[in-house]
């Protein structure tokens, strides 16, 4: 572990003061919501069960809170964190924009695709296709716009799979809040204290918004806060370089961190598409609602989530220390499971199992 004392002292001074600086952001955010008119409506869509309008403020408290820590940790943040942050406003202003006046979705689209380019054009961007397995016979540009056209895949599709998978009080913050704690710890692993400073100025944030979004929620993240917090942990994603540099079994090492989303979002892209929908329709077919749908309660639905998301990022880090076939074995095994789980959740035969084991419990107790 490649830790100093004062890397670590500035990783928790950062995580109180982000933590501080949200809570006041969160609550300045929230009036200038009430003010403008800025209110999720209840009813308003088939997922958005509230009862009273309740302020969409968390995106803007977020943004606010990593502007001002960036502005206090300044010394210590590199020009493509700066970049990260400057592509990340680009996704905040459209989803912004949508949460008031709600875009059309191939604007929404375009706009994610212009903050992914600014990342790239900033240095970020993937290099999977520089490794031997593909570089020894394939051409330098041909590897080269492969990458480019794989960062900019990979970064529209996790800002849209938080987005989609915000679908609940408290479920899409959590789930960052622990992508973010486990990139902390990776990154001081890996010697990035600066990237880890940036993760803990995020988890700070979010921590303090998890209270404010919890159910019933005194503020919502909006897609102004689900699509930049997906931005931003794509990115991070990608800039994350492990200790033990061994691209064949490290590769899907971002798959598993944000497993949770990635999963979600492949769930009900499957399912609409199976029911002749599109895809960027609300509803209540994420994986929170099927939980709600077999017996859950919504804390438990929302604790669920968030163990399987622990569990995931734990074999992520778990599978760097094995060998190359052992590392690809589990995440194969990882992949059987979760195409499992999908076939499970679109059969709803299938559930009375789970159903009278939930109904068993709940008589016992």
């Known amino acids: 572990m490649n830790l100093s004392a004062l890397s670590t002292g500035l990783i928790f001074e950062s995580l109180f003061i982000s933590f501080i600086i949200s809570i006041i952001t969160a609550i300045f955010s929230t009036q200038v919501s009430i003010r403008i008119g800025l209110l999720d409506r209840p009813n308003s869509e088939p997922h958005k069960l509230h009862k009273h309008p309740v302020p969409i403020s968390g995106g803007?408290?977020?943004?606010?809170?990593?502007l001002i820590g960036l502005l206090i940790f300044r010394k210590h943040?590199?020009?493509?964190?700066?970049?990260?942050?400057?592509?990340?406003?680009?996704?905040?202003?459209?989803?912004?924009?949508?949460?008031?006046?709600?875009?059309?979705?191939?604007?929404?689209?375009?706009?994610?695709?212009?903050?992914?380019?600014?990342?790239i054009l900033s240095g970020t961007q993937t290099h999977l296709f520089d490794a031997k397995l593909f570089s020894s016979w394939m051409p330098p540009t041909i590897c080269h716009i492969c990458d480019i056209g794989l960062t900019l895949f990979w970064v529209v599709f996790i800002t849209n799979a938080f987005n989609l998978v915000d679908s609940a009080d408290g479920v899409m913050i959590g789930l960052a809040s622990w992508a973010e704690g486990f990139f902390i710890i990776a990154a001081m692993d890996s010697g990035q204290h600066d990237l880890a400073l940036y993760c803990?100025?995020?988890?700070?944030?979010?921590l303090s918004l998890s209270f404010f979004n919890a159910n019933p929620a005194f503020l919502f993240m909006g897609d102004s806060g689900a699509q930049v917090l997906g931005f931003l942990l794509s990115a991070i994603a990608i800039i994350y370089s492990p200790a033990e540099l061994l691209q064949k079994n490290t590769w899907f090492l971002p798959i598993l961190m944000l497993g949770v989303p990635i999963f979600d979002t492949t769930l009900v892209t499957i399912s609409r598409w199976r029911k002749g929908q599109h895809f960027y329709h609300s509803g209540t077919d994420h994986t929170y609602h099927r939980l709600l749908q077999i017996?859950?309660?919504?804390?438990?639905?929302?604790?669920?989530?968030?163990?399987v998301?622990?569990?995931?990022?734990?074999?992520?880090?778990?599978a760097i220390s094995q060998s190359v076939i052992e590392a690809n074995l589990l995440f194969a095994a990882v992949v059987v499971c979760g195409i499992a789980a999908i076939i499970f959740f679109e059969?709803?035969?299938?559930?009375?199992?789970?159903?009278?084991?939930?109904?068993?419990?709940?008589?016992?107790?």
């Open 60 to 66: 803007t408290a977020l943004f606010l809170t990593i």
């Open 77 to 119: 943040i590199p020009l493509q964190i700066t970049g990260l942050t400057a592509s990340a406003f680009i996704i905040y202003t459209i989803a912004l924009y949508d949460d008031y006046k709600n875009l059309n979705w191939k604007y929404k689209l375009c706009g994610q695709i212009l903050g992914a380019v600014i990342l």
């Open 200 to 206: 803990s100025i995020l988890l700070g944030s979010s």
């Open 295 to 307: 017996g859950l309660s919504t804390h438990q639905a929302s604790s669920f989530l968030h163990l």
């Open 309 to 318: 998301s622990f569990t995931l990022q734990s074999l992520a880090f778990f």
């Open 347 to 365: 059969r709803e035969d299938l559930w009375g199992f789970v159903k009278k084991l939930i109904q068993n419990n709940e008589h016992l107790s």
